[in-house]
């Protein structure tokens, strides 16, 4: 059974930082992409970042470029975000999601699997 399990989230102040993971078991994570999205109130989930199997490959919104940073370390099968200059526009939900695909895609419908999210609020 694959689970992807996300920590991490809390309340911060605009500016802050904090550092998302996302736990995979049940797969063969250095086989998969993996993405994280969010979704705030009222709003659509959107794509936040994709990184490749092997984290060479990875792929930002706009609206988190030179904030915020993805990564993963494959021994340990857990995908990370760092996430600094946090801005209240950044409140939303994170979830971190995997696919089969070598090229993060950047639609959440491609993902084969999802985890249950965890809640970033940020403050002004």
């Known amino acids: 059974q694959v689970q992807l399990v996300e920590s991490g989230g809390g309340l911060v102040q605009a500016g802050d930082s904090l550092r998302l993971s996302c736990a995979a078991s049940?797969?063969?994570?250095?086989?998969?992409?993996m993405g994280w999205f969010r979704q705030a109130p009222g709003k659509e989930r959107e794509f936040v970042v994709g990184?490749?199997?092997?984290?060479?490959?990875?792929f930002y919104a706009d609206s988190v470029k030179g904030r915020f940073t993805i990564s993963r370390d494959n021994a340990k099968n857990t995908v990370y975000l760092q996430m600094n200059s946090l801005k209240p526009e950044d409140t939303a939900v994170y979830y971190c999601?995997?696919?089969?695909?070598?090229?993060?895609?950047?639609?959440?419908?491609?993902?084969?699997?999802w985890g249950q999210g965890t809640q970033v609020t940020v403050s002004s």
């Open positions: 990184i490749s199997w092997s984290g060479g490959t990875t």
């Open positions: 999601a995997a696919d089969r695909a070598f090229i993060p895609p950047r639609v959440g419908f491609e993902y084969d699997y």
């Open positions: 049940g797969l063969t994570f250095s086989r998969y992409a």
